[in-house]
């Protein structure tokens, strides 16, 4: 079993999501000298950089050499109010302004920033120290990103008309310390921009840090992936910063109200969406996402490799939940549909939130019935079964490589593998 501790799925603070109700929440924690403010931005937080580090964030594989010593930067609310003001003022990636055809949504995803209330405020939890925040910062880019290809496969559906680029889905991966951890995966985008920001990103190795300076007034602070970072993370900030990105991500995707079309708002402390016309309320959501470690009778283990990907990076299988589907037949439809391999029982082992931008992984262990392998050759490129030895062997001479320690995706291999499986980088 590898519930529990996988690095999102982290928390310590209480939600207290009995406060939400209160309409003055907001206003009233922003004026306590006791609130703590946590600020997110497409996917990253604000984090405190270890000491004596002159630009830690630089380069690949900082969240090794931080050593755990990364931490979350929590500010008071007037700094937060204004590094999000000077984000607002700041010039950004413009739009073509034919972008927009006629009569079609604005191309900025985010009028929330600008809305009254709540708007660009979530409320976090309560802890014995007060109340913990997030202010959302308005991104650089006019587009939210996805971020990295991701760790695992996400089938899309043949369906999906023209997505054959976008195909590939997104998410990713995280690096450190093998032992607690896990996260990655999946999570296809929901919207063409996303795809289209996604497809244009090299595929790059897991440690690829997003990490930007962030606005003064605030020297020493970076803008850290949460993908990236995760597994570093104490649970209290794991816990908080997972769902400040899951917030952000989902008000930066619904500024409209799916059933008519008109504005919403942000209510209910950040918790709540609600249509300035027809009134109707909007959650945020979820997009359930499978990850399965198949395994034949032989006690081998299917891995595959998608185009997207750099090569010899091979990882577990994975795909999204389809509507009017229970999740044991995901698992089995999408071994089926991406390797034609049959799966027989299927068994639940963790899940981990993946709010990149709102995917919640569940991880399976699933046993096959049979062994042949045919994949697509288009989404998927290549898929095999690998025993222990071969595993370990195809990983020392660098014809394999995992994917990172951070990812539930390791997290399974792992626990297929019976302890550490050998790190490929
Ligand atoms: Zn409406």
């Known amino acids: 079993m590898i519930s529990d501790d996988l690095p999102l799925s982290r928390a310590s603070v209480d939600r207290t999501a009995v406060a939400r109700a209160d309409e003055e929440l907001i206003r009233r924690a922003r004026a306590d000298g006791r609130t703590r403010v946590?600020?997110?931005?497409?996917?990253?937080?604000?984090?405190?950089?270890?000491?004596?580090?002159?630009?830690?964030?630089?380069?690949?594989?900082?969240?090794?050499?931080?050593?755990?010593t990364v931490r979350v930067a929590f500010l008071d609310p007037g700094t937060a109010e204004a590094v999000a003001r000077a984000a607002d003022a700041a010039p950004r990636d413009?739009?073509?302004?034919?972008?927009?055809?006629?009569?079609?949504?604005?191309?900025?995803?985010?009028?929330?920033?600008?809305?009254?209330g709540d708007g660009g405020w979530l409320f976090l939890g309560r802890d014995d120290d007060g109340d913990v925040l997030a202010r959302r910062v308005r991104p650089e880019h006019s587009a939210p990103r996805s971020g990295a290809p991701s760790d695992v496969l996400v089938h899309r559906p043949r369906r999906d008309s023209g997505a054959a680029a976008d195909a590939a889905i997104a998410a990713s991966s995280g690096l450190t310390n093998g032992t607690s951890s896990s996260p990655s995966t999946s999570s296809g985008s929901t919207s063409s921009t996303v795809s289209s920001s996604a497809a244009h990103t090299a595929p790059t190795s897991p440690s690829d840090v997003d990490a930007e300076p962030v606005p003064e007034p605030l020297p020493g602070l970076r803008w850290v992936a949460l993908r990236a970072i995760g597994a570093e993370l104490s649970d209290a900030d794991a816990g908080l910063a997972t769902t400040a990105v899951a917030l952000d991500a989902w008000h930066a995707r619904h500024p409209r109200c799916p059933?008519?079309?008109?504005?919403?708002?942000?209510?209910?402390?950040?918790?709540?969406?609600?249509?300035?016309?027809?009134?109707?309320?909007?959650?945020?959501?979820?997009?359930?996402?499978?990850?399965?470690?198949?395994?034949?009778?032989?006690?081998?283990?299917?891995?595959?490799?998608?185009?997207?990907?750099?090569?010899?990076r091979f990882s577990t299988l994975a795909g999204f939940v389809e509507a009017g589907e229970s999740i044991e037949h995901a698992v089995r439809r999408e071994v089926?549909?991406?390797?034609?391999?049959?799966?027989?029982?299927?068994?639940?082992?963790?899940?981990?939130?993946?709010?990149?931008?709102?995917?919640?992984?569940?991880?399976?262990?699933?046993?096959?019935?049979?062994?042949?392998?045919?994949?697509d050759g288009v989404e998927l490129t290549e898929a095999r079964w690998f025993s222990r030895d071969e595993l370990a062997a195809a990983v020392a001479t660098g014809d394999l490589v995992l994917p990172s320690p951070a990812s539930i995706a390791h997290a399974l291999i792992e626990d297929w593998y019976g302890g550490p499986v050998p790190t490929s980088d």
């Not at 413009?94 to 009254?116: K, N």
């Not at 942000?266 to 009134?279: E, F, K, L």
């Not at 799966?343 to 046993?367: E, H, I, K, N, T």
């Open 38 to 68: 946590l600020l997110v931005r497409d996917g990253s937080v604000v984090m405190r950089t270890p000491s004596g580090d002159a630009d830690p964030l630089v380069g690949e594989g900082w969240g090794r050499r931080a050593g755990g």
């Open 94 to 116: 413009a739009e073509p302004a034919d972008a927009a055809p006629p009569g079609t949504a604005p191309a900025d995803p985010e009028p929330a920033d600008a809305e009254p």
């Open 259 to 312: 059933r008519c079309g008109a504005p919403t708002t942000s209510t209910a402390a950040g918790w709540t969406r609600r249509c300035t016309v027809d009134g109707s309320e909007h959650y945020p959501r979820t997009d359930p996402a499978v990850i399965m470690a198949v395994v034949d009778d032989s006690d081998r283990l299917l891995l595959g490799h998608a185009a997207a990907w750099a090569p010899h």
């Open 336 to 375: 089926a549909e991406e390797t034609t391999v049959l799966v027989g029982d299927v068994a639940y082992v963790g899940s981990q939130p993946w709010p990149f931008p709102a995917s919640l992984m569940l991880g399976f262990r699933a046993r096959a019935l049979s062994t042949d392998v045919v994949v």
